[in-house]
């Protein structure tokens, strides 16, 4: 605060932010629900990936078991997974990605691999319910895209998503998520992208990228 303020503007700034605190506290007091959230991060912009692994990171920080299920990204090697990997008792991440679509330039395979990693990702949701919960968060990276090029029924995931365990946290990553799934989530944050230095020609960068 400004050393020029006069006494009386000074309080009036107490008293402004002691109605603020006020209400917020009265606000939070009506915020009571205590539930798993499914998450969804998309958008055009970078960071979804790397916001599902921070959460993952918080989740750790607090006691918590973490599942991870990689549908796109599963051969890339990311400072992220490194670091998380070294809490095994706490994450299990399972790379079943082949790549992108115009890497593997195989539909039926790119269709066999996303069928793949999602029966991996019922059976870790499956086990998070009743008192003794396998994982207490449970992030499907880059589900996204393959409901994106319809390897997966997109209603049968939906369904099964909506009936996931009531207090298990799931995080989907991924751009442009299906109206569908955004329907059914509790969090969905859209990164948008304003300016990025690949059009710029350089290349991914080690602790940027990957």
């Known amino acids: 605060m400004s050393p020029n303020l006069t ?18 506290d009265k606000m939070l007091a009506t915020k009571t629900i205590e539930k798993g959230l499914l998450i ?21 920080g607090n006691g918590m078991k973490v599942g991870v ?6 051969k890339w090697e990311t400072g992220e997974r490194k ?4 809490f095994p008792d706490q994450i299990e991440i399972h790379a079943m990605g082949e790549g992108f679509t115009w890497e593997t330039q195989d539909r039926e395979r790119d269709i066999r691999a996303a069928e793949s990693a999602w029966e991996k990702s019922k059976a870790m ?8 919960p396998a994982y207490n968060m449970v992030i499907l990276d880059e589900l996204n895209i393959v409901l994106r090029y319809d390897s997966l029924p997109l209603a049968a ?7 996931k365990p009531e207090k ?18 509790d969090l969905v944050t859209e990164m948008t992208q304003i300016k990025h230095p690949f059009r710029s020609g350089v290349k991914a960068q080690v602790g940027i990228e990957f």
Do not use: M, W
């Open 40 to 60: 969804v991060h998309t958008g055009k912009g970078k960071g979804k990936s790397t916001a599902a692994f921070g959460l993952a990171a918080r989740a750790i």
């Open 168 to 185: 298990l946290h799931v995080v989907v990553t991924g751009r442009n998520a299906k109206d569908e799934l955004i329907e059914i989530a």
């Open 69 to 74: 299920v990689q549908y796109v990204k599963g």
């Open 157 to 163: 995931v939906v369904e099964f998503l909506k009936n």
């Open 7 to 24: 006494p009386e503007e000074i309080a009036r700034a107490n008293e402004k932010a002691a109605k603020k605190k006020a209400s917020r």
């Open 125 to 132: 949701i499956e086990a998070s319910r009743g008192d003794n």
């Open 83 to 86: 670091v998380l990997e070294a």
